[in-house]
């Protein structure tokens, strides 16, 4: 199996006090890191047949991992300023509804160019937002897989209402018009099974970095029967189950009119709250539901941006840190966040609430930031040593230059990486083994040639969903 050797480069490494290691040699062989340490050892030494890349004035760090963003919404940056979370959802379903096969691969290779420019190299994909085809999974499965990247597409369905973003008194006129222009038409479970236990058959596992997991739109937008089929495949299959939580305080107040009780304390009384959860926002949580969620082993999604963004809350992240539950990070989608830049999340939820804590050593240090990042989103995709420059870890790392300005001096890297990197400074990425990026160009497409695509499909879907806009428009407006 042939070798990549990167020879000479500094290696982000949290324990030294600079935040780096030196004058390293990393050996990648297949999809795995081979070997890591100093580049003057024997057996690090490059032999015949080895490809070459020269890390001079380079850091290489482990790819960031993106756990929760979604593909489709990848065209909407700079989209709706100042909108509520219920005028969003609708006018985003205008501007993602009714797309070919050929422009969910379109959405896919935006939001993946976005990623890897930026240092990411796993990705977990709330996909979609509306009713979906298996030519519709198939379309966004195989787009990942094109891409390079490793990533997880997450079945993202509801066959219940989305009574969360539907307005209290809609005038019958209204309620008509949605219905025959199907926005947010519920899926019936059964489709919903059918195609998702067809999609982990063929894709779960494709070449070692693809994967499929149930993804609730939202538990309080399901039945009882679909949360407890997530459980059931996931369990069956070994898959994460992933989902929106309680971000916004109208979806809390739903799910305990609706069960009794709020939604975590629904989800332990189905059975089928587990360490197999990861969940996106997770902010209108009280403490009971902090404590569950450590219990179980749920893993919090962060997503500051999108938060601050649409103006939904701020996440609970000190009590969610001091009850000790797995935490992740993620973007949003480019409609809530305007990018796929995962230093600016990692800065966010760094500082977002060192205001209210006056004891510093209580802060998150960049250092846990970081690991959210990379290990703690690992978890939440269920892959087992990313996130780490180790040998035998996956083989996703990402390699800097080290002339910006914000990169000299080094006085610590890892802090240097939150606070001060902007993903402007990539330079190649690799993941699962193979160099998908490089002196500023993906490897496998051309985004000259997405951005001309990118601009008919646009222009297209405007034109075929105009009356879905005008329909998103008169609901966002009540």
Same mark, same amino acid.
């Given at each position: 199996?042939?070798?990549?050797?990167?020879?000479?480069? @500094?290696v982000?490494? @949290? %324990?030294?006090?600079?935040?780096l290691r030196?004058?390293?040699?990393?050996?990648?062989?297949?999809?795995?890191?081979?070997?890591?340490?100093?580049?003057?050892?024997?057996?690090?030494?490059?032999?015949?047949?080895?490809?070459?890349?020269?890390?001079?004035d380079?850091?290489?760090?482990?790819?960031?991992?993106?756990?929760?963003t979604?593909?489709?919404?990848?065209?909407?940056? &700079?989209?709706?300023?100042?909108?509520?979370?219920?005028?969003?959802?609708?006018?985003?379903?205008?501007?993602? @509804?009714?797309?070919?096969?050929?422009?969910?691969?379109?959405?896919?290779?935006l939001?993946?160019?976005?990623?890897?420019?930026?240092?990411? %190299?796993?990705?977990?994909?709330?996909?979609?937002?509306?009713?979906?085809?298996?030519?519709?999974?198939?379309?966004?499965?195989?787009?990942?897989?094109? %891409?390079?990247?490793?990533?997880?597409?997450?079945?993202?369905?509801?066959?219940?209402?989305?009574?969360?973003?539907?307005?209290?008194?809609?005038?019958?006129?209204?309620?008509?018009?949605?219905?025959?222009? #199907?926005? =947010?038409?519920?899926?019936?479970?059964?489709?919903?099974?059918?195609?998702?236990?067809?999609a982990?058959?063929?894709?779960?596992?494709?070449?070692?970095?693809?994967?499929?997991?149930?993804?609730?739109?939202?538990?309080?937008?399901?039945?009882?029967?679909?949360?407890?089929?997530?459980?059931?495949?996931?369990?069956?299959?070994?898959?994460?189950?992933?989902?929106?939580?309680?971000?916004?305080?109208?979806?809390?107040?739903?799910?305990?009119?609706?069960?009794?009780?709020?939604?975590?304390?629904?989800?332990?009384?189905?059975?089928?709250?587990?360490?197999?959860?990861?969940?996106?926002?997770?902010?209108?949580?009280?403490?009971? #539901?902090?404590?569950?969620?450590?219990?179980?082993?749920?893993?919090?999604?962060?997503?500051?941006?999108?938060?601050?963004?649409?103006?939904?809350?701020?996440?609970?992240?000190?009590?969610?840190?001091?009850?000790?539950?797995?935490?992740?990070?993620?973007?949003?989608?480019?409609?809530?966040?305007?990018?796929?830049?995962?230093?600016?999340?990692?800065?966010?939820?760094?500082?977002?609430?060192?205001?209210?804590?006056?004891?510093?050593?209580?802060?998150?240090?960049?250092?846990?930031?970081? #690991?959210?990042?990379?290990?703690?989103?690992?978890?939440?995709?269920?892959?087992?040593?990313?996130?780490?420059?180790?040998?035998?870890?996956?083989?996703?790392?990402?390699?800097?230059?080290?002339?910006?300005?914000?990169w000299?001096?080094?006085?610590?890297?890892?802090?240097?990486?939150?606070?001060? #990197?902007t993903?402007?400074?990539?330079?190649?990425?690799?993941?699962?083994?193979?160099?998908?990026? @490089? &002196?500023?160009?993906?490897?496998?497409?051309?985004?000259?040639?997405l951005?001309?695509?990118?601009?008919?499909?646009?222009?297209? =879907?405007?034109?075929?969903?105009?009356?879905?806009?005008?329909?998103?428009?008169?609901?966002?407006?009540?």
């Open positions: 199996m042939s070798r990549l050797v990167i020879q000479g480069v @500094s982000l490494d @949290s %324990t030294m006090e600079t935040g030196p004058g390293q040699t990393v050996i990648l062989q297949g999809d795995r890191i081979l070997a890591v340490g100093p580049a003057d050892a024997p057996s690090l030494v490059a032999r015949d047949g080895d490809t070459i890349l020269e890390g001079t380079r850091l290489l760090a482990p790819g960031l991992v993106n756990a929760h979604h593909s489709q919404s990848s065209t909407l940056a &700079g989209f709706g300023d100042r909108l509520s979370h219920p005028a969003f959802m609708w006018l985003t379903q205008a501007h993602t @509804s009714g797309r070919t096969r050929d422009e969910i691969r379109l959405a896919v290779f939001c993946a160019y976005g990623l890897m420019a930026s240092g990411t %190299t796993a990705v977990l994909d709330h996909f979609p937002g509306q009713r979906f085809s298996g030519d519709d999974l198939d379309a966004v499965l195989g787009a990942w897989a094109e %891409t390079g990247l490793r990533a997880v597409v997450g079945v993202r369905f509801f066959d219940q209402a989305f009574a969360d973003i539907i307005p209290t008194d809609l005038p019958d006129d209204l309620a008509g018009r949605l219905d025959r222009v #199907e926005l =947010l038409k519920r899926q019936p479970l059964e489709s919903v099974a059918e195609l998702t236990r067809d982990v058959g063929r894709w779960h596992g494709y070449e070692g970095r693809i994967g499929v997991f149930p993804a609730p739109s939202n538990p309080d937008r399901c039945s009882d029967a679909a949360l407890l089929f997530c459980a059931e495949i996931a369990a069956t299959h070994d898959l994460g189950i992933h989902t929106h939580l309680l971000e916004t305080a109208r979806q809390r107040s739903i799910a305990i009119d609706r069960y009794g009780v709020g939604t975590l304390a629904h989800l332990e009384q189905l059975g089928v709250l587990s360490e197999r959860w990861s969940c996106a926002h997770s902010i209108w949580l009280d403490d009971d #539901e902090i404590a569950l969620m450590a219990k179980r082993g749920v893993i919090a999604v962060l997503n500051p941006e999108s938060n601050a963004r649409l103006g939904t809350g701020l996440c609970p992240i000190p009590s969610l840190r001091r009850q000790g539950v797995r935490l992740a990070l993620g973007t949003d989608g480019a409609g809530s966040n305007d990018n796929m830049v995962m230093h600016e999340a990692m800065r966010a939820i760094a500082t977002a609430h060192r205001q209210d804590e006056a004891n510093h050593e209580r802060w998150m240090s960049a250092r846990e930031s970081f #690991e959210i990042a990379t290990s703690g989103g690992a978890k939440a995709l269920r892959c087992p040593g990313l996130g780490q420059v180790a040998a035998g870890a996956p083989a996703d790392v990402v390699l800097y230059r080290l002339d910006a300005p914000w000299f001096p080094i006085n610590d890297a890892v802090a240097q990486m939150v606070f001060a #990197e993903g402007a400074s990539v330079d190649t990425v690799i993941a699962a083994g193979q160099v998908i990026y @490089s &002196g500023g160009r993906p490897r496998r497409f051309d985004p000259v040639e951005r001309l695509e990118i601009e008919a499909m646009i222009q297209s =879907l405007r034109r075929r969903n105009a009356d879905l806009f005008e329909a998103a428009a008169r609901v966002a407006s009540q």
